[in-house]
């Protein structure tokens, strides 16, 4: 498996002192509270790409096609 990066925000791992590595498990919480936290265009298209490995209620799965076209339509250099 490769080495994933995901940064994941101080307040989505409220019961660790330091958050595993893991980039499904870091993934799995960002979804867990989308689209609170993940919106910026790398998480969301790693949580697109992994989506068939996490455990996503349908209505953020939609959330996540949508930002995701929404990042899409905006083009590749915008921030």
Do not use: S
């Amino acid at each position: 498996m490769v080495d994933v990066e995901v940064d994941i925000h101080p307040d989505l791992v409220w019961d660790y002192e330091t958050p595993p590595r893991n980039h499904l498990w870091r993934l799995q919480r960002i979804a867990d509270a989308f689209p609170a936290y993940g919106r910026d265009r790398k998480t969301v298209e790693l949580l697109h790409h992994y989506a068939h490995e996490l455990v996503l209620e349908p209505e953020v799965r939609a959330l996540i096609e949508l930002y995701r076209e929404a990042w899409a339509a905006r083009g590749p250099g915008a921030p």
